[in-house]
């Protein structure tokens, strides 16, 4: 079906560690993906990707990677957009 996005607000975001069942989100230039899925994959291995967890990721990428395609690479695992914390719920 049409994936549908979600609003994500700092707080949310935050919650999203990888850790007590829920998967790892990062965001990436004001998006945010589900980065779970492709830590197995992640060249640089999962602790370094795991860095990222809950957070943006933005500035560690770029530290160390500022060639590789992130959106095009995680295309398939993008959850929604940050909003700021007091965004107006629907
Ligand atoms: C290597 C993808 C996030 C640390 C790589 C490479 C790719 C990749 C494709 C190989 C690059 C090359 O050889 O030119 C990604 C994607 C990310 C991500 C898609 C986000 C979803 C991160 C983060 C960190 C990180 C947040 C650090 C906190 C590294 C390191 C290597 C690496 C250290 C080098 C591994 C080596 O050459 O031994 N990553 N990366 N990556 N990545 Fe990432």
């Given at each position: 079906?049409?994936?549908?996005?979600?609003?994500?607000?700092?707080?949310h975001?935050?919650?999203?560690?990888?850790?007590?069942?829920?998967?790892?989100?990062?965001?990436?230039?004001?998006?945010?993906?589900?980065?779970?899925?492709?830590?197995?994959?992640?060249?640089?291995?999962?602790?370094?990707?795991?860095?990222?967890?809950?957070?943006?990721?933005?500035k560690?990428?770029?530290?160390?990677?500022?060639?590789?395609?992130?959106e095009?690479?995680?295309?398939?695992?993008?959850?929604?957009?940050?909003?700021?914390?007091?965004?107006?719920?629907?």
């Amino acid at each position: 079906g049409v994936p549908t996005f979600q609003r994500v607000t700092p707080s949310h975001l935050k919650t999203m560690t990888g850790r007590k069942g829920k998967p790892a989100w990062s965001s990436w230039q004001g998006k945010v993906y589900n980065i779970t899925p492709y830590l197995p994959f992640h060249p640089g291995g999962e602790a370094e990707l795991m860095k990222a967890a809950g957070r943006d990721g933005t500035k560690l990428f770029m530290d160390v990677h500022p060639w590789v395609n992130w959106e095009n690479m995680l295309g398939s695992c993008l959850v929604g957009v940050m909003v700021p914390e007091d965004f107006a719920k629907e």
